[in-house]
């Protein structure tokens, strides 16, 4: 029970992490390597903790094997999702 918490209280950190980045465009110094577009790096990282939190939520929300294996494609989906935005934040924007 103690590392559930730990790990929610992991994915606050890293939500807030990316609501800082998404509206005031500013990133850690270990993350800001790369980066050439921290607005979209934030999205990523975003639309990671809420897969991430998915995840480990899909087991008390799903009524149903069917729903948890929905739930957990969903919360895979979101992480894959998050890590494609975080590599493309690294590269200019497309003409």
């Not at 918490?5 to 606050?12: D, F, G, H, P």
């Not at 929905?70 to 989906?77: D, E, I, K, N």
């Not at 998050?82 to 003409?95: E, I, K, M, Y």
């Amino acid at each position: 029970m103690v590392l559930t918490w730990l790990a929610a209280v992991a994915l606050l950190l890293m939500a807030a992490l990316g609501v800082v980045t998404v509206t005031t465009g500013w990133m850690p110094p270990m993350a800001r390597g790369r980066v050439v577009r921290p607005e979209l790096w934030g999205y990523g990282v975003l639309t990671s903790a809420l897969g991430m939190g998915t995840g480990m939520s899909v087991h008390w929300w799903a009524d149903s094997l069917a729903m948890d294996n929905v739930g957990a494609a969903m919360a895979l989906a979101l992480i894959i999702l998050g890590g494609v935005l975080q590599w493309r934040a690294q590269h200019p924007a497309l003409p």
